[in-house]
């Protein structure tokens, strides 16, 4: 997808108090320091998600309109963080309102890092999204720290521990991957167009 431009259109940190936006919005997920912010930029070409060597640097909805088309949502990272328990505690009642609520959800990419694979708060967030009919999609990073012929091995045990689910390789550092994400989210939203058509 071109990238004409991106405008941050808003933020929340209380649940219900989301910017009013009408585009498709797709949500970014990941344990704190699994290298989503550099996932966001690297697919927008540009540096719009802060990042930081400090697990759990964003602590509110980030959301960025692309193309005045599309929206993506960066969601706060989960996992372990040097914040006080209740701050996370509130962090994951933020979350889980937004999944279950904001209407023009398309679907989340879930992000793991391709050294570590998934843990139980991933396959707790596939739960809750499967169990609130929320599309989703698994994309492992870091791809670039393992030499090539040990991706695909790599990727065939994270699948098996993912349960089938379908698996992407990205690297926010040399850009693979990208084409293929782009690809698979522009599916999800078409989807819920789809849906919004044959439910009107």
Same mark, same amino acid.
């Given at each position: 997808?071109?990238?004409?431009?991106?405008? !941050?259109?808003?933020?929340?940190?209380?649940?219900?108090?989301?910017?009013?936006?009408?585009? =498709?919005?797709?949500?970014?997920?990941?344990?704190? /320091?699994?290298?989503?912010?550099? +996932?966001? /930029?690297?697919? &927008?070409?540009?540096?719009?998600?802060?990042?930081?060597?400090?697990?759990? #640097?964003?602590?509110? *909805? /980030?959301?960025?309109?692309?193309?005045?088309? &599309?929206?993506?949502?960066? *969601?706060?990272?989960?996992?372990?963080?040097?914040?006080?328990?209740? $701050?996370?505690?509130?962090?994951?009642? &933020?979350?889980?309102?937004? *999944?279950?609520?904001? =209407? /023009?959800?398309?679907?989340?990419?879930?992000? +793991?890092?391709?050294?570590?694979?998934?843990?139980?708060? $991933?396959?707790? *967030?596939?739960? !809750?999204?499967?169990?609130?009919?929320? =599309? !989703?999609?698994?994309?492992?990073?870091?791809?670039?720290? +393992?030499?090539?012929?040990?991706? @695909?091995?790599?990727?065939?045990?994270?699948?098996?521990?993912?349960?089938? @689910? =379908?698996?992407?390789? !990205?690297?926010?550092?040399?850009? #693979?991957?990208?084409?293929?994400?782009?690809?698979?989210?522009?599916?999800?939203?078409?989807? +819920?167009?789809?849906?919004?058509?044959?439910?009107?």
């Amino acid at each position: 997808m071109k990238i004409s431009s991106v405008e !941050f259109a808003g933020a929340a940190m209380q649940p219900g108090r989301y910017p009013r936006l009408s585009q =498709p919005e797709i949500a970014f997920a990941g344990r704190s /320091n699994v290298g989503k912010s550099s +996932l966001i /930029n690297r697919l &927008l070409n540009r540096k719009i998600a802060r990042t930081s060597q400090t697990p759990g #640097h964003t602590r509110q *909805l /980030n959301f960025f309109t692309i193309n005045q088309v &599309l929206t993506f949502v960066d *969601l706060p990272g989960y996992g372990y963080a040097k914040v006080a328990k209740s $701050e996370r505690t509130a962090w994951q009642r &933020l979350i889980e309102d937004y *999944l279950i609520h904001a =209407p /023009n959800l398309c679907g989340v990419v879930i992000i +793991l890092d391709i050294r570590r694979g998934p843990e139980a708060e $991933e396959a707790a *967030l596939a739960d !809750f999204l499967a169990y609130h009919n929320r =599309p !989703f999609l698994f994309v492992a990073t870091k791809c670039d720290k +393992l030499k090539r012929n040990q991706r @695909e091995k790599q990727r065939q045990i994270l699948r098996q521990q993912i349960g089938g @689910e =379908p698996l992407l390789l !990205f690297s926010a550092r040399d850009g #693979h991957g990208t084409d293929a994400l782009w690809q698979a989210m522009l599916t999800l939203t078409a989807a +819920l167009e789809t849906k919004k058509i044959s439910d009107a």
